[in-house]
């Protein structure tokens, strides 16, 4: 045998994740999924006693997921769950409001169905809202693996940890990267390509506010990058396309970079062009 036997037992000492950690993950996975569904989705049977009873599936598997994290504390891990299943009727209605404000601005779609079936958007969004009231409770691993989940399936990273407020929009939304300490107002709407992200990536800044403040009715369009934990976009701003943006925005501000166009003539092409390659 090549690999010595101590090699193997200090990779035994050091690993984190138990034995299930891959089963645990699928479970997490399909607890998203169907947490989703029992919210937003038309089912067959669709009768207040249906909706108890997947209810009561969905906290069991919860339950487990948390009971594993927490070490087999059950007694906290109950209380974990309480907590999550009292404040879901909010997350449940901000989730509406969010899809509501894409329905009333996005064109392209037509009904509250097709954004609740189709958008990635809206399920990153679901996704966010979920895990950062779990991150909100204290449940750190899980609410990553939660959000990742959802980077994987829809190419949106938004961390647990961000604030984000009511009628929440992203449009499109391939490429958006929210970080941690991100404070986002109401009304804010986000493209594809976004980055909301810090200027410092030392570790010395862990526990200090690395992300910027977007207030509210602000517009970020796609491809904007926008850094630091002092930078603040001021309320019912425009930020266009491209954009690099270090330092505070005042209220109701235009930001866009200037492009120009030249159309050129007919006459002959000046002698440094007349090339052939």
Partial sequence: MSVSVDFIGNILQNKKVNSH?????NKLEAFVIGLYNALFLPQRVDTEEQLQNDFEKLD???FDLILNVLNDDENFAREQIETFFDALPNIYNTLI?????????????ESLEEILLSYPGFFATYVYRISHQLWGQGIKTLPRIISEYAHSKTGI?????????????IDHGTGIVIGETTIIGDHVKIYQGVTLGAL?????FANKKRHPNIEDNVIIYSGATILGGNTTVGKDSIIGGNVWITQNVPANSLVYNKSEIKIKDNG???ESLTFVI
């Fill in 157 to 169: 990273d938004i961390h647990p940890g961000a604030e984000i407020g009511k009628h929440f929009f």
């Fill in 97 to 109: 409001l969010d899809a509501e404000s894409i329905l009333e601005f996005d064109p392209a779609t």
């Fill in 60 to 62: 069991k598997v919860l």
């Fill in 200 to 204: 410092n990536v030392s570790k010395d």
């Fill in 21 to 25: 950690g891959f089963f645990e993950k």
């Fill in 268 to 270: 002959p092409l000046p």
